[in-house]
């Protein structure tokens, strides 16, 4: 099936420092990509929709500013956390829709755990 | 205002037992409902869609307009099924974005 990468898996890093996370359609395009994030034995939320060429859409209550996402290619979208703070710690998701041959299908990524100290 | 309503945090049975995890949604159009599942350490996966009407893995759901229901339902639980459930709607297709549930851990004991 399709494959949906995110690197790293797993970061931590000092409060006021930036992260970036990335997340890849391995084996198709995707011109659209969602970031999803989880708390401890939590549902996921999304944050915000990854538009291939055009700005990302944010869900409410989510700090663009905060939160930076940049669809750069078909296959590409990251994530970055910019000044993050130990509230920022969390797990960090991304999906990428996949055309079936009768319906479009989700993918997961495993998942980025990040830690801010 | 869209919403999924997984009521239950854990559901705890006996292998052979039969399972039913409930969910209930809002929302005022025509929504298409799905049910995703986590095994332990594994990433999100699709488990089955209302529109598909298909059994996967023995799991059947079947979602009830009037009820605002799509509860999944299996005969005789596996310990294999032993996974975090997620029930998510989406508002047309699946292009658009995944409201989930709060998920529900089935716990199948031998």
């Known amino acids: 099936g399709a494959v949906v990468s995110q690197h790293p898996s797993r970061v931590i890093c000092k409060s006021g420092t930036s992260v970036k996370i990335e997340c890849r359609s391995l084996d198709f395009q995707a011109t659209t990509m969602f970031w999803y994030r989880q708390f401890p034995k939590k549902s996921l939320m999304l944050m915000a929709t990854?538009?291939?060429?055009?700005?990302?859409?944010?869900e409410q209550g989510v700090e663009k500013d905060k939160f930076l996402i940049n669809h750069a290619s078909l296959t590409l979208s990251t994530l970055t956390v910019t000044s993050a703070h130990p509230e920022d710690s969390s797990f960090y998701i991304c999906s990428a829709p996949r055309p079936g041959r009768t319906q479009e299908t989700q993918y997961f990524g495993p998942g980025t755990r990040l830690l801010v100290l | 205002a869209q919403r999924v309503t997984q009521p239950e945090k854990l559901l705890s049975v006996f292998k052979g037992a039969p399972v039913e995890l409930k969910c209930n949604y809002s929302y005022s159009g025509s929504p298409e409902l799905f049910w995703y599942v986590q095994y332990s350490r594994q990433r999100l996966q699709l488990l089955l869609r209302h529109i598909s009407r298909e059994s996967i893995k023995g799991f059947t759901a079947d979602l009830n307009k009037g009820e605002t229901s799509f509860h999944l339902k299996k005969p005789f639980a596996q310990e294999e099924d032993s996974a975090m459930y997620y029930c998510?709607?989406?508002?047309?297709?699946?292009?658009?974005?995944?409201?989930f549930g709060a998920g529900t851990r089935l716990a199948v004991h031998p």
């Open positions: 998510a709607l989406s508002a047309s297709g699946g292009y658009n974005k995944l409201i």
């Open positions: 990854s538009n291939e060429g055009s700005k990302a859409t944010y």
